[in-house]
């Protein structure tokens, strides 16, 4: 489903010549979300489990043309790269962050994520998970992230749209995507009954709001809590490129000549 | 002619500052120098020292004895005193307390005055001294210029020091990796701040704007290095500065590099180890974890620099090797030879290019096509062909896949560089000789500066420098040793890995090894002394 979306809306975004396709580059971690790497036609990297932002980062930084997008795990990128992405919401470089959330870690089949609910079981030692599960919508947030959403992937129109919202926003932009695994965290009943959207009328560049809309629900399945949807906050800020000194040239095209006289002057008795 | 000169105080108290400063005076004059830095992991306190040998000859150590003592504080002088020559004189800031009331102005003033009184001694004349501090401090230097006029006017002439002048070159090995990096056309320095290596990170952004590169420092080193792996994706060339700790964190990506067949640049400057070690000091612990770093096999470039002017040719090389072959190149430095000071008549940079990229667009690209060489045709995003680089074991297109045929073409594909990369670092000098004699010490990165400084001393020895590590040039290490009578292993390690790489690759086995793991480097006095009990 969110591969089908994706692709939709990267096609339907060079269509509307928002962006190029030569110019689109993604990077994925470790995990089911990065079978996703072997299934789109795009500049692609690979990179290693928890490290899709910095990899990203690093691509932005080598070519500030492509627009890039990483994929990544919610094991992957609150568990190993909770840090990385902490740091990226600081920084708000022009990345878009996709995080398949199905809040358990299924290619190593069964064992919990920091996002995980508590009491999870499957595959783990009772008494279960009891470490409170980590809130990324909340810790974006508060660390500063200029797009923050969160979307379910069983509704197709809603993904689809937030990831057109998201890649199209100027800044770090996360999507949290609430994505059930059906073998190893099967909560797709309970999605059904509580997910909705966010009002009409719902005002994303109010901080206090979104904080409070973000901890609604604490992503556990105990209380019938219901679980909001949609584009948290949104706010316009200088990104990390706009900040830097640099040409806005993808360095492979930078023109070096080398002054060597010049350069070894300072040493010069 | 050979002055030997230390320099002490407190951290904060300017040892670092005002040798360096002496040191580029001496340099003005014709002399060389040699300019060695001993500081704690302190930001004030403690006892630094600096040793400035001065020479009319090439020097490229610092040596134990010395003629005079510059003292910013007592404990300078109780600490030394028992390394002072017989006809040695201590000069003392503290003493010059009464002149600095008299200009007024911060303490730090007292050094100034003990450079005049010091340049007196040694009857160079009072307009050099100006000249120099002017050059040295551009801006806000009237009281500088005051105090060392002051100092010069307090004492007589006692000597007069006669070089062969001509122009002298200044440098640290950081400034070598710094400038063979600039000359190999750098884009983006990523590191995360750790000693020794921190000084290229403070070169380098200094350097942002004049020579159109970025520095930048993220959170850790795993995202130095994997920052850096996205960045050489995207077509920039990349370098990463790190010490053992920090390119520990970095290891599972240098294994990255190698599936990934991404240039990559590692800067790696060794400390005392193991762990935080001693962390302003040195040590050559690093060799056998540089080659071995990273999960998997894949080949790298590990080359070990024995001063700055070598270090701007092994940095170019590296930078040229890297994005050729399109393989990890790690660099290979310690404190030693990063933070003290060379002089050189000239210095000079190599000629190597690094590869044009790409500019005709091919039908049906592959990011992994297998070549005779094993190196892909490259292609960075955004020029057009859709370019894929994976983690995992790929077919040709960079597609992940767990087929037997293709994991084996890919790990030979990744291997057919070798043979050409050998071929290649063949004609760079992997291994170097000085001096003449039947026996033969081995030796490799900063204690070069100490052997080659020695070798008048132990005649019938002559040096075989190790530069290259990987891939390591075993015919030429092996033919010197059996052209000697004895080999004698020198290092700053506990067990002398070079000499375990050498048994490795070549089947002989080192018996005489001069080991030094006191966290300090080698000088030419300790040396001779060692060479002296296999001297039969």
Redesign the interface.
């Known amino acids: 489903m969110i591969l089908q979306s994706f692709k939709e809306a990267v096609a339907e975004l060079a269509d509307a010549n928002k962006i190029k396709i030569?110019?689109t580059?993604i990077?994925t971690g470790?995990g089911c979300h990065a079978k996703i790497?072997?299934y789109v036609?795009?500049?692609?990297?690979?990179?290693?489990h928890g490290?899709v932002?910095?990899?990203?980062?690093?691509?932005?930084?080598?070519?500030p043309?492509?627009k890039v997008i990483g994929f990544g795990g919610d094991g992957d990128t609150f568990s190993e790269g909770a840090?990385?992405f902490i740091?990226a919401c600081r920084r708000n470089a022009d990345l878009t962050m996709v995080v398949h959330n199905n809040q358990v870690f299924a290619l190593t089949v069964g064992q919990p994520t920091p996002t995980s609910e508590r009491g999870f079981l499957d595959g783990y030692p009772p008494p279960g998970v009891t470490d409170q599960p980590l809130n990324p919508i909340a810790l974006a947030l508060i660390n500063g992230a200029t797009f923050v959403a969160r979307t379910y992937a069983l509704d197709k129109g809603h993904l689809k749209a937030t990831l057109k919202q998201a890649i199209e926003h100027k800044g770090f932009s996360f999507v949290d995507i609430l994505q059930p695994c059906i073998i190893f965290h099967n909560v797709v009943p309970y999605f059904q009954k509580n997910v909705y959207k966010l009002d009409k009328n719902y005002n994303p560049s109010n901080f206090k709001a979104a904080l409070e809309k973000a901890l609604e629900w604490d992503y556990c399945f105990d209380k019938g809590t219901k679980v909001p949807i949609g584009v948290f906050y949104q706010i316009k800020k200088p990104t990390f490129e706009e900040q830097?000194?640099?040409?806005d040239n993808?360095?492979?095209k930078?023109e070096?000549k080398?002054n060597?006289k010049e350069?070894?002057e300072e040493?010069?008795? | 002619m050979e002055k030997v000169i230390l320099i002490g105080g407190r951290a904060g108290q300017g040892s670092a500052v005002t040798s360096n400063f002496i040191g580029?005076i001496f340099?003005?004059l014709g002399f060389y120098v040699f300019n060695y830095r001993d500081y704690p992991s302190l930001i004030r306190g403690g006892h630094n020292f600096n040793i400035l040998r001065i020479s009319d000859k090439p020097v490229f150590s610092q040596k134990e004895k010395c003629d005079i003592i510059l003292a910013f504080d007592q404990k300078t002088i109780d600490l030394h005193r028992k390394k002072l020559n017989k006809k040695g004189i201590i000069l003392r800031s503290f003493d010059f307390e009464p002149v600095l009331k008299k200009i007024g102005g911060p303490k730090i003033l007292e050094n100034d005055i003990l450079i005049g009184s010091l340049f007196k001694y040694f009857s160079v004349a009072k307009e050099v001294l100006i000249r120099e501090a002017e050059k040295e401090f551009p801006k806000d230097n009237e009281l500088i210029k005051k105090a060392i006029v002051a100092g010069y006017d307090l004492t007589k002439n006692k000597e007069k020091l006669i070089s062969k002048g001509g122009?002298?070159?200044?440098?640290t090995g950081t400034?070598g990796v710094a400038?063979g990096a600039?000359?190999s056309?750098l884009?983006?320095y990523?590191a995360y701040p750790m000693t020794p290596t921190t000084p290229l990170l403070n070169f380098l952004a200094k350097k942002?704007?004049r020579?159109?590169i970025?520095t930048?420092q993220?959170?850790?080193e795993?995202?130095?290095i994997?920052?850096?792996?996205?960045?050489?994706?995207?077509?920039?060339?990349?370098m990463v500065g790190t010490s053992g700790g920090g390119f520990a964190l970095m290891t599972?990506?240098v294994s990255?590099a190698g599936m990934?067949e991404l240039p990559l640049v590692i800067y790696l400057g060794q400390r005392t180890a193991p762990s935080s070690g001693i962390p302003t000091y040195t040590g050559q612990g690093d060799l056998k974890f540089a080659l071995n770093a990273g999960h998997g096999e894949f080949p790298r470039i590990v080359v070990a620099p024995g001063d700055p002017q070598e270090a701007i040719f092994r940095t170019q090389e590296a930078f040229y090797l890297s994005s050729k072959y399109r393989i990890p190149a790690i660099i290979l430095s310690d404190k030693h030879l990063a933070e003290s000071n060379y002089s050189f008549d000239k210095?000079e940079?190599s000629p190597l290019i690094s590869p044009k990229?790409a500019e005709n667009m091919p039908e049906n690209y592959k990011s992994y096509t297998i070549t005779k060489n094993g190196v892909s045709p490259v292609f960075?995003?955004?020029?057009?062909p859709?370019?894929?680089?994976?983690?995992?074991e790929h077919d040709d297109e960079?597609?992940?896949t767990e087929n037997p045929i293709w994991a084996e073409k890919m790990n030979d594909k990744r291997f057919k560089k070798l043979p050409y990369l050998k071929k290649e670092i063949d004609k760079f000098n992997p291994v170097s000789l000085y001096g003449k004699g039947k026996n033969l010490i081995i030796g490799w990165g900063s204690t070069k500066g100490a052997i080659v400084d020695a070798l008048p001393e132990i005649k019938n020895y002559r040096f075989l420098q190790v530069s290259y590590m990987s891939p390591f040039p075993k015919e030429q290490v092996l033919k010197e040793i059996k052209k000697s009578k004895k080999v004698v292993l020198v290092e700053n390690n506990v067990t002398g890995l070079l000499g375990d790489v050498i048994a490795e690759q070549t089947g002989f086995i080192i018996k005489n090894k001069i080991l030094k793991y006191d966290a300090r480097p080698f000088d030419t006095e300790f040396l001779i002394k060692k060479i002296w009990t296999f001297k039969n």
């Not at chain 2, 122009?167 to 440098?171: C, E, G, P, W």
């Not at chain 2, 960075?380 to 057009?384: A, M, V």
């Not at chain 2, 859709?386 to 995992?392: C, L």
């Open positions: 030569k110019n580059a990077v470790i790497f072997d036609n795009l500049n692609s990297f690979s990179g290693l490290r932002l910095p990899t990203l980062l690093g691509v932005k930084m080598s070519n043309e492509l840090s990385h740091h830097l000194s640099v040409p993808p360095w492979y930078t070096r080398i060597w350069m070894t040493f010069k008795s | 580029k340099c003005h122009v002298k070159y200044f440098l400034d400038l600039i000359a056309g884009d983006i990523f942002q704007s020579h159109n970025l930048f993220p959170e850790d795993i995202s130095v994997n920052a850096a792996l996205g960045a050489s994706f995207g077509g920039a060339k990349v599972e990506a990255l990934a210095i940079r990229i960075f995003p955004g020029q057009g859709v370019v894929r680089v994976n983690s995992y960079g597609n992940t």
